[in-house]
């Protein structure tokens, strides 16, 4: 094997000394077998009994079938040994036969090893995801992430979305592959009737659960803001699912669609991240400037209209005009739009109702 497999000589000394054993025992195995050809063949307890499951981690199937073939080889070539050519061809007969079923328990041997170690990622992305959704903020947490291969992504986001209807391992499978095909990680949990998805390596997150959409169930998919780590997603996990309690609220609402766009929605159905952001970054700014504030409260309400809100405040249309541009960027919102006009009226009952209690 040193000699044909250039790789075998780069293993630890502890599992070259496995696999020779295991090269051993599959002789030994296959004596005794010919010896009683009638008998069926225990290959995975005979020949494979003395090899850890450490092992199959370290060598490969491929590699597997390598070494087997070695084996069969050396095998083959002392069976040409033998004086008589009928016992020559009943030897490789015999050989070819056993090594078959060898080169089968060895399937049956990484494939159990892959449902463990699938049955047990599966349980390790729950814990991860899990962790998320709590908001844990631990080592723990990214040593989890970094054993199911997740990358040092400085930039994630949480999509979620309705749970599908389907079998789970079949739209998961399908949710995976298209996060591949976006060339980005993703892990992903079921929680009662909500998917989760969280999604590393692109600032442009709704983009990219936009090529996921088709992976969760109907209705609404929202996407919660980039944050700095798999340690933060907790904060992008909280406003994706606010967002997603509050989203039958705007019917039109895009797919997917930000949790930053549900402001609005989610202010009203109670959320207090939402009701601060929109009065820090809303109302707060536009309070600063009065005639802005004074302004924006008027045109919303004169029915956008922006005659009528020159005459309520005695001034000419074309400096309401400027004040409604000053607002937008002041605000981040568009007065002029429908929903911009929307978030801005509630942001603005928001902070005169928090003035009012302090």
């Known amino acids: 094997m040193g000699e044909t497999l250039p790789w075998y000589g780069a293993l630890p000394a502890v599992t070259r000394s496995v696999v020779g054993l295991v090269a051993q025992a599959g002789i030994a195995a296959f004596i005794e077998w010919f010896r009683n050809p009638g008998a069926v063949p225990t290959i995975t307890a005979d020949v494979f009994g003395s090899a850890p499951r450490e092992v199959a981690r370290e060598v490969t199937l491929r590699q597997a079938v390598e070494l087997v073939r070695s084996t069969v080889d050396v095998v083959e070539r002392y069976a040409d040994m033998l004086p008589d050519e009928d016992e020559r061809a009943l030897l490789r007969e015999a050989v070819l036969r056993y090594s078959r079923e060898v080169a089968f328990a060895a ?8 449902e463990t170690r699938g049955a047990w990622d599966a349980r390790l992305e729950s814990l991860v995801v ?13 040593s989890r992430a970094a054993a199911l291969g997740w990358g040092p992504n400085r930039l994630v986001a949480v999509a979620v979305g309705a749970t599908p209807v389907g079998e789970p391992e079949q739209n998961t499978e399908r949710l995976r592959r298209d996060a591949r095909l976006a060339h980005v990680d993703l892990l992903t949990g079921t929680h009662g009737d909500r998917l989760l998805a969280v999604v590393g390596g692109r600032a442009d997150p709704v983009t990219v659960v936009a090529t996921l959409a088709a992976s969760f169930g109907p209705g609404p998919l929202v996407v919660g803001p980039v944050v700095d780590g798999i340690a933060a997603a907790g904060r992008s996990a909280r406003a994706a699912i606010a967002g997603f309690r509050a989203a039958a609220a ?18 009203i159905a109670g959320d207090p991240v939402a009701r601060r952001q929109l009065v820090d970054e809303v109302y707060a700014p536009l ?7 004074d302004t924006v409260t008027t045109y919303l309400e004169q029915a956008l209209s922006v005659e009528a809100t020159a005459r309520a405040l005695f001034v000419h249309p074309n400096t309401v005009r400027y004040r409604l541009r000053r607002a937008a960027d002041l605000a981040g919102h ?6 911009g006009g929307y978030t801005l009226r509630t942001a603005v009952a928001l902070g005169r109702l928090a003035a009012q209690r302090t």
Not at 107 to 114: L, M
Not at 130 to 142: C, F, K, M, S, W
Not at 287 to 293: S, T
């Open 107 to 114: 399937a049956e041997v990484y494939a159990q090893a892959a």
């Open 130 to 142: 899990d962790g998320v959704v709590r908001g844990e903020d631990d080592d723990a947490l990214r």
């Open 250 to 267: 705007w019917p039109g609402a895009p797919r997917p669609v930000a949790a930053e766009d549900l402001l609005p929605e989610r202010a």
């Open 287 to 293: 309070a600063a400037v009065p005639a802005v504030l």
């Open 334 to 339: 568009v007065p002029t739009d429908a929903r």
